[in-house]
Nanobody, 124 residues
Framework: QVQLVESGGGLVQAGGSLRLSCAAS????????VGWFRQAPGKEREFVAG????????DYADSVKGRFAISRDNVKNTVYLQMNNLKPDDTAVYSC?????????????????WGQGTQVTVSS
């Protein structure tokens, strides 16, 4: 079992920045890719960013490319999502997920373990 806890969400004005963290406990992230997803009210959950277990491969949704950056520290068992130039459309609950794949996956069904999520609200 892997337990995931997200933190770092909050309220920010458009153009601002936030850094989300996803901390793992239990069996940790080792050898597993990690993905960030978001879900806005009335919308489907969507892929935001993903990183391979070694950190050498990353992938981003087109809507966040150039603004968001995913990274990981496997010693600290933590994955980060740096979000810059935030827009009101980025408002959502952001969740991290992992397991069992080592390579980045973009579909929620490809992940097994999920955190509870952290709210990000961007005001205009």
């Amino acid at each position: 079992q892997v337990q995931l806890v997200e933190s770092g969400g909050g309220l920010v004005q458009a153009g601002g920045s936030l850094r989300l963290s996803c901390a793992a406990s239990g069996r940790t992230f080792n050898f597993r890719a990690v993905g960030w997803f978001r879900q806005a009210p009335g919308k489907e959950r969507e892929f935001v960013a993903g990183i391979s277990w070694g950190g050498g491969t990353t992938d981003y949704a087109d809507s966040v490319k150039g603004r968001f950056a995913i990274s990981r520290d496997n010693v600290k068992n933590t994955v980060y999502l740096q979000m810059n130039n935030l827009k009101p459309d980025d408002t959502a609950v952001y969740s991290c997920a992992t397991g069992p794949l080592a390579n980045v996956a973009t579909m929620p069904a490809q992940y097994v373990y999920w955190g509870q999520g952290t709210q990000v609200t961007v005001s205009s």
